[in-house]
């Protein structure tokens, strides 16, 4: 013994590893002892021997008859630390007994059950925490010699005829566990588990005696009308499948109304008995008995689901019993997550719903978020001071798990959490990223499905029979269309293909810029195949806009591998096929531009941005052919000239400037000019009169206009520009020359205020020269600069009438707010009034809306280069 007494120290360790470890060595160590060990030829005088030594009470048992002295030490010992209250001990003791009596076949069953009940004595004297030892002692005894199967071993003893075990001793099993669930409550559900436990080895094993323990079982549970508890419903759903042939009928009734346990109707009685209330009776409280609550969920709830959801082989081998949408409804939904339920049963109620969840597949998973639990699940996961809010996020990090596990789930998923049991907003209401991480792990055929889903409700009709509520409803759920669809492919971590991405730009593109007048069934632009009832509104159209430059403005910041002959690159801004987002989204609006049976634009174009688009498109064709050693320069260009016929299309009128695509143009025609005609005498063009050649001032070089015009993207602050702009400055990076450069270090430099004053009166100068000049010419004039004289100062008429109007604005902003203007007929300053913080602010946007005004009419009267800065 020696050798084997360090190791029970170590059955006690807090560390699973160390009790493990210890356990292996013990047993593998009496495995050794008893190997070696030979009977005594003469049993009598080996009981007589024992007798005189004294010790009866150690020796009556026989097991020294059979076994090794450290063998039956140890045995001893570890029913007796069943018992110690020191650290792990019961945890160490009793699977190591467990395994030392599947090991051995030298003790009966009867003797360790009696070494068990003898070690385990409750008496009067002991105290409240002396006795639950003893208790649990019992437990996990009774419990080991089941999980050991010496409880159903039909073998004999090595030096006798005696059988391991018998009839008899199953039945003081039986009766021990009942027993000890009767005498508390807190130990009922573990000793119906062991009950259970011992039931079902008995339905698997071989035994002569098998049918008489099964009765045995029957007779013991149903013998006395009881009350029925969560315990003994795992137990009947256990022995309707071990035992058909019994009466069951007879045994379920009055409390249920049918034989087969999980039939719809005896659903509410089971959902009573679920929530620890008494099942016979009408009245029922929702308040946890006292002592009796468990923060985990009782063992049943495997059982009920095995029945209704077989998951493992063993029951997935036979049909479900039951509807498990009726199941889950009456049981669970309207009984746990009644509105009137506690949080301890609504916190059970998603522990079901996580074990549940694993086992459906998708036809059954829209059963599982009922109204009552996307309600609570809602509530408590959206508010982090909510009793059950760790709860409920473990129930949404659970729903994203199983769609990384299996991806097809995904879009029945999202269907329930923006349904009608939930809400569109899902992610904003709860405060987490539930639906987005649940698209992000779908498959691209999930995607595809949940984009269809989206465009099917843009069309569907409203349920309310107001119609201002009607078009407000229908309003809201277009928004959250748009927001979703942006959402999808602006995601990076989302499968991405061209087919549902280009879908997604198209039904933007044509919301946002046309009208569809006339549905086109067998379009290629799946927007097209429906005529929206009601028509989108200029809000929603506007915002179709604003979402689809800036779903390109996250393409274009986008790689794409892009798989050429015999090389791979990852190359941004582009599709699959190496063509530009923005290209393609271009090539589909002039498709409908085309199309004037089935759509018509939302605005109409003047003739100059029309000129203006077909000079982009027959320069954007010629970019196609440029050759290979500036082909990067060219994309670059093809990408600033696209981007900028787009953001024309998408601008608002208030926003419009044709100056930017003006000198796109203009840079770009003189970068990759057309290739010259040939004059009638084979001469060359040259495009220009040579006088007219020689009076040329000095313009920019086509790099730099482009590239100034990147500067300017950069300056208008929106997302889609600024990533046009880096794109293109990437691929005009290699054209660039010594003048751009200087433009460059020109817009980063800081000047000092003292020089600018300077500038400034060197500007005035040079205006009262040229305004001298004009003086003399007018001297010497003509008829022609009579006229010219008699329209500047109708210019000037019309600028005086322009002041005029913004000064009546002004003064008409001072007075909506509470201020007089000044009218100088008073030299006191005792009469002005002064205009405090608040009026000040009041009254700004009024006027900087007068002066926005001011200066466009400005802009549109004289005109105004973009921003081309000599670099000299």
């Known amino acids: 013994m020696s050798t084997t007494l360090p190791l029970f120290w170590h059955l006690s360790s807090a560390s699973k590893k160390e009790r493990l470890d210890a356990s292996v060595k013990l047993v593998a160590a009496l495995q050794h002892f008893q190997s070696n060990f030979v009977p005594k030829e003469s049993p009598e005088t080996s009981e007589d021997e024992d007798e005189d030594e004294g010790g009866d009470t150690k020796r009556s048992d026989g097991l020294d008859a059979s076994n090794a002295q450290d063998v039956s030490y140890s045995i001893r010992r570890l029913i007796r630390g069943l018992a110690s209250p020191r650290e792990s001990s019961r945890l160490g003791f009793a699977v190591a007994l467990t395994e030392l009596l599947s090991r051995i076949g030298t003790v009966t069953c009867s003797q360790i059950v009696q070494l068990i009940l003898d070690s385990s004595k409750t008496q009067g004297s002991m105290t409240g925490q002396e006795e639950r030892d003893v208790l649990f002692a019992r437990l996990f005894g009774l419990t080991s010699v089941i999980q050991s199967g010496l409880l159903l071993r039909d073998s004999t003893l090595p030096s006798s005829s005696t059988v391991a075990s018998d009839l008899a001793s199953f039945k003081e099993v039986l009766a021990q566990l009942l027993a000890l669930g009767e005498k508390k409550s807190w130990l009922r559900e573990s000793a119906w588990w062991s009950l259970c436990f011992a039931a079902d080895a008995l339905s698997v094993s071989e035994v002569y005696w098998k049918d008489e323990g099964l009765d045995a079982i029957v007779s013991a549970v149903y013998s006395e009308a009881k009350t029925w508890s969560p315990e003994k419903l795992a137990l009947t759903l256990k022995l309707q499948v071990t035992c058909p042939s019994q009466n069951w009928k007879k045994i379920l009734s009055p409390t249920f109304k049918s034989p087969d346990l999980l039939s719809t109707g005896n659903l509410g009685a089971i959902a009573r008995i679920l929530k620890e209330s008494d099942a016979d009776e009408d009245e029922e409280t929702d308040i946890p008995k006292s002592g009796s609550w468990k923060p985990q969920v009782h063992f049943v709830w495997d059982a009920l689901l095995d029945q209704v959801l077989p998951q493992s082989p063993q029951s997935a081998a036979r049909a479900p019993k039951g509807s498990f949408p009726d199941f889950f409804r009456i049981v669970v939904d309207e009984s746990l997550f009644a509105s009137t339920s506690s949080p301890e049963r609504k916190y059970w109620g998603f522990q079901v719903f996580q074990k549940a969840l694993p086992r459906v597949n998708a036809d059954d998973m829209p059963m599982l978020f009922t109204k009552n639990f996307m309600r609570s699940w809602i509530n408590h ?44 907003q899902f992610d904003r209401l709860t405060k987490t990223k539930t639906v987005e991480a649940i698209l992000t792990s779908m498959d691209e055929a999930g995607i595809q499905s949940y984009i269809d889903y989206l465009l099917k409700q843009v069309d569907e009709e409203p349920s309310s029979v107001d119609a201002e509520t009607d078009f407000q409803a229908v309003n809201t759920r277009r928004a959250w269309i748009i927001d979703q669809l942006a959402a999808l492919v602006r995601n990076g971590a989302i499968p991405k293909t061209d087919a549902w991405i280009q879908t997604i730009l198209d039904w933007l593109a044509v919301h946002g810029l046309f009208i569809i007048t006339k549905k086109a069934e067998k379009s290629t632009i799946s927007a097209l195949r429906s005529v929206p009832s009601p028509a989108f509104s200029e809000e929603l159209r506007g915002n179709c806009r604003e979402r689809l430059l800036a779903c390109l403005a996250d393409l274009t910041v986008q790689t794409t591998l892009i798989k050429e002959d015999t090389k791979s690159s990852k190359i941004a801004a582009v599709a699959s096929d190496g063509r530009f987002w923005v290209s393609r989204v271009l090539s589909t609006i002039e498709e409908l531009e085309k199309d004037t049976k089935h759509v018509k634009p939302l605005s109409e174009m003047d003739e100059e941005a029309v000129e203006q688009r077909q000079k982009a498109r027959e320069i954007l064709a010629r970019l196609k052919d440029v050759p290979e050693n500036r082909r990067e320069a060219a994309r670059g260009v093809e990408l600033l000239l696209s981007a900028t016929v787009l953001h024309a299309y998408c601008a608002d009128e208030d926003d419009a400037d044709p100056e930017p695509l003006e000198n796109c143009l203009d840079g770009a025609s003189r970068m990759f000019p057309a290739e010259a005609k040939k004059g009638k005498k084979g001469r060359k063009s040259s495009g220009a009169p040579a006088e007219e050649k020689g009076k040329e001032k000095e313009v920019p070089e086509p790099v730099d206009v482009l590239v100034d015009t990147v500067i300017g993207f950069l300056e208008r602050g929106t997302a889609y520009m600024r990533a046009v702009a880096n794109q293109v400055f990437a691929l005009l990076a290699g054209a660039v020359q010594a003048s751009t450069i200087d433009l460059i270090l020109t817009q980063l430099e800081r000047r000092d205020p003292d020089e600018l004053v300077a500038d400034e009166d060197e500007d005035v100068e040079m205006d009262d020269e040229e305004d001298d000049e004009d003086d003399e010419e007018d001297e010497s004039g003509s008829s022609s600069s009579s006229s010219s004289a008699e329209e500047n ?63 466009a009419e400005k802009k549109r009267g004289k005109g105004k280069c973009f921003g081309v800065v000599d670099p000299r």
């Not at 769609?403 to 789930?409: A, D, F, L, Q």
């Not at 019309?798 to 003064?811: F, M, N, P, Q, S």
């Not at 201020?819 to 009469?831: H, K, M, P, Q, R």
């Open 381 to 424: 996961l959206s508010n982090s001071d909510r009793y059950l809010h760790k709860a409920a996020r473990q129930v949404a990090t659970d729903v994203q798990n199983v769609v990384k596990s299996n991806p097809t789930i995904g879009f029945s998923l999202i269907l329930q959490l923006t349904g009608v049991h939930g809400s569109r």
């Open 793 to 855: 100062e109708d210019e000037e008429d019309g600028d005086e009438e322009a002041d005029l109007e913004l000064r009546r604005k002004i003064e008409e902003a001072l007075r909506v707010n509470g201020i007089s203007a000044a009218t100088g007929d008073s030299d006191s300053e005792s009469e002005e009034e002064l205009m405090d913080d608040d009026q000040m602010l009041a009254i700004d946007e009024q006027l900087a809306a007068a002066f926005k005004a001011r200066a």
